[in-house]
């Protein structure tokens, strides 16, 4: 402390000895001063000679200042003489004066903190500070004091020790601020502009920190009051210390309240004296020196504008340093205001170098801006009424510097204080930064500064996705986004306002620049949503908020793509600007309504009633009128004149809204003139007189009805006739149209003359003609753009911007004024899912400029911008599955690699290579969403390879694209680039990376590859493989995926491989199935579980090549290839087998004997080996091994091969036998869910197998068919056992479809072998199963068989007829025995059905055709032409006849059969032979006298005894019928002649003897046999008159008989009936020869044959006896 004092003291001392020693104290003038230095000095002296006792309290109050007297005076009396100093001329002594001060407070020795005696309510600090200020006195001081002043007040300003507020710190700001502008020295106004932006530092990071200290300390009482007791034990322990602390902290605060009360108490009397009194002051000051010469600034900025008292606006600030800053903030905003002088400024005038001092300064503190700064209202405020105004002026200033400093503070507030800016920036984007881009006349410099802030903002994704949200989706705003990309994207394609003495250089910098912005905006986009790229998967986000941990405040920014800067703005939302929500959805559809919003307008502005109708009928308009006016009031993208012709309209509705419009507006208390103004603000005039009279006249009645008590205005027609004249006036004087212009006594003239308005003043007139004169009666907002000029000078270029700028600015004022109290709410961007509508908007802007960019420019930096541009926009169009965008850019890109169809490869540049590169980039990053984008990548790649054969030398003949010119040798060079290592390896790597490809991408991949694959092998000429075996590669890369993925790739490269193995060259089908063996080998041996169809699918490429390519190569190559997989995958394969069966089936029908011997050898294999070792796994393709097996078995052009097939069968079916549990378990079939588990085996075992056999039999030739017929009922027999009843059904059916008339062949003789063959074999087959299962068959299928049986014999076929008749009598004979009564019934009745239908009714009524008319031949050409006709006819006669003949001859043979079959069934096949036999015998023996009539007994065999008598009988009448018609045909000599002529049965007679002659014998044996047994006593009777009946009816017929022979085949007949006769007891005998015996006497008369007369001798004898005629004496031998 004591050297502390010593220090100080050495500082006072030394200063007034040396202002003592300065020889310019002597003079006069400064008496004073040296005076007061002297007694200072003394006191100093005798204070140091006192002891340290009482140096102690002044030592201890000046470095901390204290509360005390004796400090107060002491201080003072010390400052005196430095006071005085300072005062003098002298600048030794002023400089020695305030080094002195800077020094003491320095180091903390002087801080004045007490009150100024001199002057109250003030403190002495400021006393010095004002001292140290009033050195500067203009440009004249001297540059010494002026450094001396710089260093001291930036002491003051920044010194720890002293605190200076309010208009101190302004006046110390303003005197640095002062000395630069006024020092000529550069020194000076370097170390005063450094000076002034280290005091900002320090004045805005006070307020910053005693805020955060503030927020801390409350931070720390709130966990103080939080933790309570609970750190009760630690407090004790360190009590003391904390105490000491506490203690201290009170002293602080007690006297910092103390200070706030004191600076409360001033404040008032203290801020009015700072801001105009010490300003004005300074200003004088400077005025007078001509420094600056500074002008009160109007309206805007005068202090009277503000409507806050002091105490309110201290009121709002809580901390006296918050107020420090805020008016040093409103201090440069003001001086920043100031205007220039016209003209092009001196650049080392004061006034440009203030406005460019103050916006340096400016913008250094927004740069800086703290939370406080931020938040606080008052900055914000004075951000809105003052920098914004002020930027509005400067921001269009001709002046580089000026004009840049704008663009960097718009840039500091658009990322600092956006949020409560909404309206300035938009007002600053469309007024300024793009009117500046879209004018030709601003100069490039301009536009350069312009681009070049756009790209600071164009690099924030933050801010431009903010930009769209509050702007382009906000119904009251421009499409700032919008309109800000179609600039750029004009930029960037050279298309924008060129500006008049660019430089080639310079334009191409404009669009790099424009192309940068465009591509800075996609980049922020991609990563603004970035989230979802790189989780394709998890889309459910898209548009929900992502919530970040607090803790990773910075990853959060950066997931939107932000600058940590660009969300500061969103800390503090004070001020009325709450936080909206970006509702993504809301903000569309507010987006879509201001789509359509947009179109009524633009509708409006060309057809207006077009336009109003669109918006009412879009429901954003309401249909009344008043709706209608209130639109036209408020919206200002209305075109006014258009405006003005709806409201002048005649129609009913137009004038409505017209009443309505003008309704709306309040004139009251307006002079007319005034309300005219107002009046036409909105609208232009039309330019018709009926139109502008309806106006006026409502106009007038408005006027009136809102001023009544206006005198000068009687009655409305006053002001309609006025109001109409100042519209006239005004047109004459401001219209150039008009040469000479009205004068004031024209015009007063004008309205004496008229009866209406004679009486309004002649002075009110002239006020008006005087106004009228001075301001045009204009719209409102329009700022009539220069048109477009053509600009031929630099000078006129200038003379045009600076017009225009100034329109621009004063509109920009205007709008920044009006909206400078406006609250609108800034919303925040935080999802994702904005990308999408933007990208959507602005996607063709885009595109266009990277194309033209591309087309245009070689530039590789152009084109490296483009492809980045490009690059992005794919991304974000793939992000937001944009398929329509993301075609687009794909496509673009694709076009340019030069590598499509229509580009001439020869034209390849550098930018070319790296289009190829980007796609190649693109396909490998954005693979995931490509979709239908991959065909255009892939058809490119598939060009490249052709670059590549090009680059290596190989010649184009089979390029793509127009005649080719040979290449120069920088196009090689870039040709051969397209084959360096690192695009091949690129190209590669999209192949092999297809494996992370997500399930959907893959698919779409494989489809475009298998399109561009398909392409490439459509050139006849010149047919490509590249995409085939890349095909082949991603398939080998992909296999291992799920099967649920695979499958669907495999869906689309199964087809592709179909279609390319069935192409017209060998060598691509030989490639393709090849490569398909491979694949098949790799894909099998991973094997496959039960019930799955994996393989299945995946071989199924083999069948269909196999079906469709008929090149005998390639079907040989199938077959090997299948064979191969059999022979060494067996194992594996399962559902596979399906698929190879079918292949084989196909090799089966080959005429390539090596194809099928080869598929039948490894078929064989299979049914050989392979069934024995895994039988149950193939289960399944079983019906296929049978289906292939009968194919074999088919083709005819290896019959060797057949029979083998079949044997193959026959041990399929042990297969089935050995195993029938595995068909049941195995239910894997989809068709097989229905069956029945029992059933299974048959449905998937025995049916499959005997149908397949069933086949060869229908479809083979005779070896073959009778081989399969005979293994199938082998089959049948075999393992019919285990067969069910319904089974049997099922078979059956196949096994009559053997008959089936339309399954037989077509030709006669082919039809008549496979009857006499075929249906014999199975006819006689079927009868044998029929016999071997008959308990199961006989009541199942015993009708059906009948019928077929029927069938048979129905045929024309003899053989098959009698085999018919043949088969029923073995089945009968064999099964008889087994027959119920109802089986007797239907057999008989199948017989009765067959005799029917068998009786050839025809020979009886069959006559030749028409008797040929023999006509009279008059000469030789009619009998020539009936002889021809006759000829033809009997030619065309002929096969009918011989067809019927045909037919009556079988039908005669089966009468026959049939006749001999009931005879065998009833009695036993050659019972009925050996019994005539034996007739015959006895009556030979009989005649000789040998033996007697007695025939040996022999056992029944026949079904005689198990046939009932009705069904005998129901016999007997069939054999009655057929013998009688036999009888009938065989009396009818007439038709057998006929018969006879016409052909039938040759050269003999036709005659049916035999079928006459065995039907009654069988009829005669069967009635006998009845009447002789005893078991059939009932039916005795019947028999009796039957019996009676048929033997007289045969005598008779016997006697009639002409012929010998027909007599002698009656033999046997007549033997029969006599010997059974005979054999009669009496009582019968008697019966029956009572009723024959006159016909017998009449048989004497014949010449009979020996037997046959001795019988009757026999007969004739017995008579006697039995009717007693004679004794019973023994006959006499004849």
């Known amino acids: 402390m004591h050297a502390n004092t010593k220090t100080k003291e050495m500082f006072i001392i030394r200063a007034l000895e040396k202002i003592l020693n300065d020889k310019e104290i002597k003079r006069s003038n400064h008496s004073q001063l040296r005076k007061a230095c002297e007694t200072a000095l003394d006191e100093i002296k005798k204070e140091l000679a006192n002891g340290k006792e009482d140096e102690t309290p002044v030592s201890h109050a000046l470095p901390i200042p204290k509360s005390g007297d004796a400090n107060v005076l002491t201080t003072e009396k010390y400052f005196l003489p430095f006071e005085l100093a300072c005062q003098s001329r002298s600048t030794r002594i002023v400089v020695t004066a305030l080094d002195c001060l800077q020094k003491l407070i320095a180091y903390g020795h002087l801080t004045a903190n007490v009150p100024d005696s001199t002057t109250p309510g003030k403190l002495l600090i400021d006393r010095i500070v004002e001292t140290v ?186 901390h006296i340093l918050q107020k420090d800053a805020f008016l040093v903030f409103r201090a440069l905003c003001k001086l920043s205001m100031k205007p220039l002088p016209d003209g092009t400024p001196d650049p080392k005038s004061h006034e440009l170098r203030s406005k460019i001092l103050s916006l340096q300064l400016l913008l250094s503190i927004l740069q800086n801006a703290g939370p406080v700064f931020r938040s606080n209202e008052m900055f914000i405020t004075a951000i809105k009424q003052y920098l914004c105004v002020a930027l509005s002026k400067n921001g269009v200033s001709s002046i580089p510097e000026v004009f840049e400093l704008s663009l960097s503070i718009f840039l500091a507030l658009l990322s600092n204080f956006k949020m409560h800016l909404k309206m300035q920036i938009e007002v600053f984007f469309k007024e300024i930064f793009l009117n500046i881009l879209e004018t030709s006349s601003s100069s490039f410099e301009h536009k350069w500064m312009v681009i070049q802030a756009l790209t600071r903002i164009c690099s924030d994704a933050q801010s431009i996705v903010d930009i769209y949200v509050n702007y382009d989706c906000d119904l009251s705003c421009a499409n700032l986004f919008e309109r800000l990309v179609n600039d750029l994207s004009k930029i960037a394609q050279g298309r924008h306002a060129l500006e008049l003495g660019a430089s080639p250089n310079q334009e191409k910098s404009m669009r790099i620049r424009g192309l940068e912005c465009l591509v800075s905006i996609l980049k922020c986009m991609v990563e603004w949503s970035k989230d979802l790229y790189v989780n394709p998967n998890m889309q459910s ?76 009928e879009q429901n954003l308009l309401g249909a009344s009128h008043i709706d209608v006016a209130k639109f036209f009031q408020s919206d200002d993208r209305l075109d006014k004149t258009f405006i003005g012709d709806f409201l002048g309209e005649n129609d009913d509705f137009c004038k409505e809204v017209m009443y309505a419009y003008v309704d709306c507006m309040n004139f009251a208390n307006m002079d007319i003139v005034a309300a005219l103004r107002y009046f036409l603000e909105g609208f232009r005039l039309p330019g018709e007189a009926q139109k502008i009279d309806r106006l006026m006249e409502k106009f007038a009645s408005r006027y009136c009805e809102c001023n009544p008590s206006n005198g000068l205005f009687a009655s409305a027609d006053v002001a309609y006739v006025l109001g109409f004249s100042i519209i006239m006036l005004t047109t004459d004087l401001h219209s150039p149209q008009v040469k000479n212009k009205m004068t004031k006594e024209q015009y007063i003239k004008l309205n004496r003359g008229n009866t209406d308005s004679k009486d309004v003043p002649e002075e009110y007139l002239s006020q008006i003609y005087d106004e009228i004169a001075g301001h045009e009666i204009k719209m409102k907002n329009t700022v009539s753009k220069p048109g477009k000029q053509p600009i031929n000078s630099e000078k006129r270029r200038k003379i045009l911007f600076n017009m225009e700028m100034e329109m621009i600015s004063s509109a920009a004022k205007n709008l920044m004024e009006s909206v400078s109290h406006a609250q609108a709410p800034f919303t925040t961007a935080k999802h994702l899912e904005h990308v999408r509508p933007m990208f959507k908007m602005a996607w063709t802007p885009f595109l266009a400029a990277f194309s033209v960019g591309l087309q245009d420019c070689d530039d590789p930096e152009v084109a490296t911008l483009c492809l980045d541009g490009i690059r992005c926009a794919i991304r974000i169009a793939c992000i937001f599955h944009m398929t329509l965008e993301r075609d687009a850019y794909v496509q673009a890109l694709a076009r340019f690699t030069l590598l499509t169809a229509n580009s001439p490869i020869m034209d390849m540049k550098a930018k070319n290579i790296d289009t190829i590169k980007t796609l190649i980039m693109v396909a490998h990053t954005d693979g995931n969403y490509l979709g239908s984008s991959w065909l255009d990548i892939l058809k490119c790649i598939s060009q490249l390879e052709l670059a590549q054969l090009i680059g290596t030398g190989v010649r184009p003949q089979f390029l793509a694209g127009p005649g080719h010119k040979p290449p120069d040798p920088t196009t090689k060079e870039h040709i051969g680039q397209t084959s360096s290592q690192s695009v091949v390896v690129a190209v590669d790597r999209i192949f092999t990376g297809s494996t992370r490809l997500d399930g959907e991408a893959i698919v779409d991949f494989v489809k475009a590859l298998c399109q561009v694959s398909l392409d490439e092998l459509a050139y006849t000429s010149h047919p490509r493989m590249f995409s085939l075996q890349k095909i082949v590669e991603i398939s080998y890369y992909n296999m291992g995926r799920i099967r649920l993925q695979w499958s669907k790739i495999w869906q689309v490269l199964g087809e592709h491989f179909n279609t390319v193995g069935c192409n017209n060259n060998e060598d691509i089908c030989f490639f393709a199935v090849d490569s398909l063996r491979q694949l098949s080998m790799k894909f099998i041996e991973k094997g496959e579980f039960a019930n799955f169809n994996f393989q299945k699918d995946f071989l199924r490429p083999f069948e269909i090549i196999m079906k469709k390519n008929r090149s005998p190569t390639i079907r040989d190559m199938v077959v090997r290839c299948i064979a191969q997989m059999v022979n060494s995958q067996a194992n594996n394969i399962r ?175 082919e039809k008549a072998e496979w009857m006499t063959t075929t249906c014999n074999h199975a006819l006689y087959a079927i009868v044998d199963v029929f016999t071997q299962y008959f308990d199961m068959l006989g009541p199942l299928l015993l009708e059906e068989l009948y019928l077929q049986l029927h069938w048979c014999v129905q045929q024309d076929n003899e053989q098959l007829a009698k085999s018919g008749t043949n088969c029923l009598e073995n089945l009968v004979n064999s099964n008889g025995q087994k027959f119920s009564e109802d089986t007797w019934e239907k057999t008989c009745q199948c017989m009765f059905d067959i005799f029917h239908s068998t009786i050839p009714n025809a020979l009886l009524t069959w006559k030749p055709e028409s008797m040929q008319t023999t006509a009279i031949i008059e000469n030789g050409d009619i009998a020539s032409r009936g002889i021809l006709k006759r000829s033809s006819m009997s030619v065309d006669n002929r096969n009918p006849e011989n067809a019927l003949f045909n037919s009556l001859m079988i039908k005669t043979a089966v009468q026959l059969e049939l006749i001999q079959t009931i005879d065998n069934i009833v009695f036993y096949p050659a019972t009925s032979r050996k019994e005539d036999a034996e007739t015959l015998a006895l009556a030979a023996a009989d005649m000789t006298g040998n033996g007697g009539l007695t025939e040996c007994q022999r056992e029944e065999q026949g079904m005689y005894r198990v046939l009932s008598s009705p069904h005998l009988l129901k016999l007997a009448d069939c054999l009655l019928q057929s013998h009688r018609f036999a009888k009938s045909f065989n009396t009818d000599h007439e038709q057998r002649n006929l018969l006879w002529k016409a052909g039938y049965k040759g050269s003999t007679k036709p005659n049916l003897l035999k079928q006459e002659t065995q039907s009654l014998a069988c009829l005669l044996r069967i009635l006998f046999k009845m009447y002789c047994d005893e078991g059939r006593r009932d039916h005795w009777h019947v028999t009796q008159i039957k019996l009676v009946a048929v033997c007289q009816e045969a005598l008779e017929y016997f006697l009639k008989l002409q012929s010998e022979t027909h007599r002698d085949a009656w033999t046997s007949l007549l033997l029969l009936i006599l010997t059974r006769l005979l054999k009669m007891p009496d009582d019968r005998f008697a019966i029956h020869v009572s009723s024959y015996y006159t016909l017998l006497c009449e048989i004497v008369c014949f010449d009979l044959k020996a037997e046959l007369r001795s019988i009757l001798r026999r007969v004739f004898l017995r008579i006697g006896p039995v009717f007693k005629i004679t004794a019973g004496a023994t006959p006499v031998a004849t």
């Open 133 to 318: 200020c009033a050195c500067f006195s203009g440009p004249q001081t001297d540059e010494g004091i002026q450094l001396q002043i710089i260093k001291a007040l930036l002491t003051v300003v920044t010194s720890q020790h002293v605190e200076v507020h309010e208009g101190t710190v302004l006046t110390a700001v303003r005197t640095c601020y002062n000395i630069f502008l006024a020092s000529k020295n550069l020194i000076n106004q370097t170390t005063a502009r450094a000076t002034l932006t280290q005091m900002l530092n320090v004045i805005f990071m006070r307020m910053e920190n005693q805020a955060f200290d503030n927020e801390v300390q409350l931070e720390n009482q709130l966990n103080k009051s939080l933790s309570g007791n609970s750190n009760k034990e630690k407090d004790e322990k360190d009590g003391e210390i904390r105490d000491d602390k506490d203690a201290e902290k009170c002293d602080e605060l007690s006297s910092f309240d103390i200070a706030q009360q004191i600076v409360n108490s001033v404040v008032e009397s203290a801020i009015l004296h700072v801001e105009s009194s010490d300003k004005q002051e300074i200003d004088k000051e400077t005025n007078e020196e001509n420094a600056i010469p500074i002008h009160r600034v109007p309206s805007q900025e005068s202090v009277d504008t503000h409507s806050e008292t002091d105490s309110a606006m201290t009121a709002k600030f809580s």
């Open 541 to 616: 986000t898209v548009g929900e908020q992502i919530i970040v941990p607090k803790d990773n405040d910075n990853g959060s920014l950066k997931s939107h793509g932000g600058s940590s800067t660009s969300l500061h703005s969103s800390g503090g939302s004070s001020g009325g600007n709450k936080e909206v929500l970006d509702s993504p959805e809301q903000l569309e559809v507010l987006k879509h309504q201001k789509e359509v919003w947009e179109t009524g307008i633009d509708l409006f502005n060309r057809k207006p009633k077009r336009g109003i109708q669109f918006l009412q």
């Open 1135 to 1309: 559902s596979g087998w399906k698929n190879i069966f079918s292949v084989f089936h196909l090799g089966a029908s080959d005429q390539e004997e090596a194809i099928v011997d080869l598929a039948f050898q490894t078929t064989g294999k299979i049914i050989t080996e392979i069934y024995e070792r895994q039988f149950p796994v193939m289960i399944d393709s079983f019906q296929d091994a049978v289906k292939c097996l009968s194919e074999f078995a088919c083709n005819a052009r290896f019959p060797d091969t057949s029979m083998e097939a079949i044997r193959l069968v026959r041990t399929c079916a042990l297969n089935v036998y050995a195993s029938p549990h595995l068909f049941a378990d195995h239910g894997g079939m989809e068709n097989d869910m229905a069956v029945v588990e029992a059933d299974r085996v048959w449905v998937r075992g025995w049916f499959p197998l005997l149908f397949s056999l069933s086949c060869v039999v229908n479809r083979c030739k005779l070896d073959v068919r009778t081989r399969a017929l005979t293994v199938l009922f082998e089959i049948v027999k075999t393992y019919g056992d285990s067969f069910q009843s319904h089974w049997w059904r099922d078979l059956f059916k196949v096994l009559f479809r053997i008959f089936d008339n339309m399954k037989l062949p077509e030709q006669h003789t």
